[in-house]
């Protein structure tokens, strides 16, 4: 502030101090929320969870896919796995074909499956046989170190290895334990879970598919979306557990199970039956709340000559939304189906599943001598919304995400070049983004920097351990 | 669930009672010879999409072509022969299937044509307990790929998207 209250220094003055500034003032909000998010740039930013450390006993996607989301947003997370082995999901590929070369130094031959992919990020990868009881005390002393720990064994199994909250809560009392059982604690409490069976035992999968009648029939989802949605809820737990643990200095214990998840993805199923003893039944491709509102098939493929199947055959649906009265009456226009608007003037009378049956069934005689984009295209063009059901190629191609960043090409340290999408997916963070350094390590990787480095143990001990193969 | 061959040789007046388990990874579609874990009897077999065409035929005095992956002896208290038991079975390298005829699906390149990690066996990062550097130096660690690379570079097949 200048000394003189009569003087005025442009300095001080709200609004924009040089030409830079000046230009940035003018610029349009969307270009100005570009410039903020600066995506492809956010190794340059900071990493909203430096500080934290996370051990991960984890296994498959649901637990793994938890602290890989810490891990994105800068947690130094610490996987430990089985030595010689790994995790099995590092052996799951899809068709068995699709492998990154090497596993580890002790088996050339064997690659890590692609299944491994999105669930292990920026992880530091450490094995150890903690069964062995000179292990537990590394352990102990890697829980000394850390904020945190997620595990996934059968109730009690880490009970009985001393290796419990109740156990590692003696040692560091601000240490978060996360036990991810399949069932969680109840009357199933030893059954382990799978994202099929989660999907079943909570009944998402009863509602998925079209109805028996249309020759449809219950289908759960064609990938593990259980898994991944846990994975992600126990995040969110995470993240308050730590805020707690900031007011109060204490750790504390999260459990949760896999196969609760599909029922906070079931909206109003249960409260509707528990409001009026309705069983929800499967509605497909379209809706029970808004019609027109749903997926429909076109006769003719977009890619009528490809050689993959699923561009030639299934480059046939289209999804389109017309439900209010307007959006409707200009749908029926176009597709010469006025006879439908006069009877379903009301949105009503056309959610109702009979109706539904008779607009769709309509929809789709009209687009049968037409490709998916060409209906897309009709559609879009007067002012409704539709929009080709895209396969992996063509996200892939999208211009959208190549912009926002969401789908994009990384050289991965040690496996080469890599298309990723898992941490750039999940929504823009303009001061602490989330970022992938790596896709994921050979096994065992990391022991070295852990067990010297972090833990100071000398090299003659850790090869010992190596021959032992107690890591 | 894979077939088996269940060796029931008699080796010094004993039965040999092994079961040779045909996992499917190797013997899905596949012709050939393979030995008995226990006793080296050498059997031919012609599996065709993990159905026994042809066999177990004893073939005595011919070698095999490979083993079996694992082997037990259920009346002997289920005794085994674990993977990679030198010349009894043969050790697990996870091998991949192409059209489930046992060979991998490797690529050298990604889809824009650079280099990608997708091929083995890769030289051992040379690491302390299995530790790994965080570089893959293609040209020293890879020269042949690199080379390819280099020739991929000037005849403008290396791509952004």
Redesign the interface.
Known sequence: MAQDPRVTNVEDLPGPKSKGEMDEFKMPYEQYCKKLFDAGNEHTKPKPLNGIRWLSCTMYIFTPHSVANLAELGAEVIKLEIPRMGEPMR?T?P?????????????????TGLGYTNANPNKYFV?MDYHVPEMREVFYSLVKKSDGLTELYRPGTLDKWKMSYRFLSEINPRFIYVWGGGFGYGPKVFGGSYDILGQAHAGLASITGMHEYMGGHCSKCTNWVIDWQSGNLISCAIMAAIHHRRKTGLGTMIEFSQVQVPTRMLGHTTTMYGKFGIVRQRWGNWDTQLAVHGIILCGKSDFPDAENPQDRFDARYVMVSAFQDRDFKELCAITGLNELYEKYKAHKDRVEGEAQVEIYAALERWAADKSRSEVAKTLGDAGLLAEPVRNDREVY?SPHY?ERGTVR?M?????????VHGGYSTGLMEKSPRRIN?HW?????????I?RDLLGVP?TK??E??KKAY? | MCDIIWCKKEVDGKKCDTINYLDPYCFWNWEGKINCAECGTVYYIHMIQGFMYRGPEERPGEKSDTSPLYADKPYDGYSNYRPGVEGRTRPFQCTPRKHLLGVADKVKFSIRGRPVRGWRPQPPSAGLAGSHGFNWDIQKLSPELWEEYQKKLAADEVKDW
């Open positions: 052996h590929s068709f068995n074909e699709v492998y990154l070369y090497p596993f580890s130094d002790m088996r050339p031959m064997t690659g094995t191609e190549r090409w050289e991965d340290p040690l496996f080469g070049d890599l298309v790596w390590r050979p096994l065992g990787a990391d022991n070295k920097k067990y090299l850790i090869e351990w190596y890591i």
